[in-house]
């Protein structure tokens, strides 16, 4: 079948196999445009699934393109607010946009929104605030009406208008259950700042929840934070949460940063038709004296668990790692970013079992506690070891050290890390960052002893500043001339590199991509989103 339709030149499925590729490469997917209408047409659908994450988008000018689809009511309603641009004036467009949406981050959406008012809207707070409450609502208006039905649902609410907009658009969805019936990605984040907890209404949430755990039961990854915030229904919240995890038919990925009801909801496990698909499971944040006591016998009933991921994790001591180490069920662990000293004993009897299986790796020092220089350098030199060892599989390696405990001897430390690491690197790694204090004789040893390596995208943070010390000399002579990464992002004290447009053109030159540390700086959650 695949050869007659190559021999007649029809090639549908193929293309749109083929197109499938580029996901993720925007710039080829604008050039797919130019092809043919067949290429076009699927480009353009992958291109508007989720506008609201290009996030080099810096004029946002696909919000108003939405807003064609208008009628002329709505249209005379963001009049009111002195949005009348004329490009709102044009009535149709070439393809249905809004039928296109797959992927929505409701605190995306909002930024997006007010961003692209900021570019038409006097500063009068108040009107602009009114108006993106009116856009929105709008969106998910029209996402609704032109059928749109999401595949991943980002539910992300860290400011005050994120939760505003939330209780204003979620009755539409309440009302409209085919736009969310197929979800299979639920991200659920709630995070507010201590001070203003008593200032974020709930009353929506709940709701919420009960229409997912009663319409959405085919999500088959699923990752919820929440912490804990001002509201009578909290624990009913959590309940529901729990609840909807195990009545999925298809769970197969799961991600908890929650401490609060995080035992019950990890003890729901137990028995549950999960055992029977869940496949990867992420602890981020979880202080695992919680479910010490149960862990092993849970784990011991997932049929067919492939790995785990644990991610800035608490009490992470030898009674846990010997729980860990004494399930029974083959799992591996493909992740282990700390952030507090381990005893180095723990830390062999972990990597014993499941060393041989990191493929992403991070040695964070900002809670730890400072009184044992012995045991610090202790773990710099097992992490170094552990590095080695694991360097087949490794594809993530983030090295940070804060800079808080003046006796240490900082110099020394970083020293250590540099003049070690490079040497022990594999060919290729997907992401590196170094949070150090980088002097240049420093990085010149490293960058000579890696100098094997490529690395897709090199994050670094240099917390040393000296007039004397040129670490974007060595940069340009080992990194760029060599072209040995696709993305450098480089951040120190003073100054990020994208703000030196020269610099930023000279390593365009030799096809590196210079990028905002801050706009792209890789949450940790997003290390596991290719196992999401």
Not at 14 to 41: A, G, M, P
Not at 53 to 68: G, K, M, W
Not at 117 to 133: F, G, H, P, V
Not at 436 to 451: A, T
Request: with cysteine; proline share 2%; hydrophobic share 40%.
């Amino acid at each position: 079948m695949a050869c007659s339709k190559l021999f007649s030149g029809y090639l549908p499925e193929l293309i749109d196999e083929i197109i499938q590729y580029f996901r993720n490469d925007i710039s080829t997917l604008h050039s797919c445009i130019l092809v043919n209408r067949l290429w076009c047409r699927l480009a353009i659908s992958l291109l508007w699934e989720d506008p609201f994450s290009l996030i080099h988008v810096q004029n946002f000018r696909f919000v108003e393109i939405y807003l064609r689809n208008l009628n002329e009511d709505d249209k005379a309603k963001l009049n009111e607010y002195g949005i009348n641009n004329n490009l709102l004036l044009l009535s149709s467009t070439l393809f249905n946009y809004p039928s296109f949406i797959k992927r929505l981050n409701t605190h995306k959406v909002g930024h997006s929104i007010e961003n692209w008012l900021s570019t038409l809207m006097d500063n009068n707070y108040d009107k602009r605030r009114k108006a993106a409450k009116l856009v929105y609502r709008l969106l998910f208006k029209m996402f609704i009406e032109n059928e749109g039905s999401l595949y991943s649902f980002e539910v992300k609410m860290h400011t005050i208008s994120d939760y505003k907009y939330f209780n204003d658009t979620m009755e539409l969805t309440l009302q409209n259950p085919n736009f969310t019936c197929n979800i299979r990605n639920l991200i659920f984040y709630i995070f507010i700042m201590y001070g203003c907890r008593n200032l974020f209404p709930s009353t929506n949430i709940l709701p919420f929840l009960k229409f997912l755990h009663s319409n959405c039961n085919s999500i088959t990854s699923f990752y919820f934070g929440i912490f804990k915030f001002e509201a009578g229904n909290f624990s009913s919240i959590g309940n529901c949460l729990s609840q909807m995890i195990i009545t999925q038919q298809n769970l197969k990925k799961i991600s908890f940063e929650c401490n609060d009801f995080f035992y019950n909801s990890f003890s729901l496990l137990k028995n549950s038709n999960i055992s029977n698909t869940l496949k990867i499971i992420t602890f981020y944040s979880i202080d695992f004296n919680i479910i010490i006591s149960n862990f092993k016998e849970i784990f011991n009933q997932f049929n067919v668990l492939e790995s785990i991921h644990i991610i800035y994790c608490k009490s992470l001591n030898s009674q846990f790692v010997q729980q860990m180490v004494s399930v029974i069920i083959p799992f591996k662990l493909k992740t282990l970013i700390i952030s507090e000293i381990l005893q180095v004993e723990s830390l062999q009897l972990l990597l014993q079992r499941f060393g041989n299986d990191l493929e992403n790796f991070g040695f964070n020092s900002c809670d730890y506690d400072f009184s044992n220089k012995e045991l610090i350098q202790n773990n710099i030199n097992l992490t170094l070891s552990l590095i080695e060892n694991i360097k087949q599989n490794l594809n993530y390696l983030s090295i940070e050290i804060d800079f808080f405990v003046h006796s240490l001897n900082y110099n020394t430390i970083c020293s250590i890390v540099l003049q070690n690491l490079g040497q022990i690197l594999p060919s290729k790694l997907e992401f590196l960052r170094l949070g150090l204090k980088i002097g240049q004789n420093d990085l010149k040893i490293f960058l000579e002893n890696s100098k094997n390596t490529f690395i897709n995208r090199l994050f670094i943070r240099n917390m040393y500043y000296d007039i004397n010390e040129d670490i974007l000399s060595c940069i340009k002579e080992f990194i760029m001339k060599k072209k040995r990464v696709k993305y450098l992002a480089i951040y120190n004290i003073y100054q990020d590199l994208i703000d030196l447009k020269g610099e930023v053109n000279e390593f365009k030159l030799y096809d590196i991509i210079i990028q905002r540390y801050e706009d792209f700086f890789i949450q940790t959650y997003d290390i596991v989103n290719s196992y999401l």
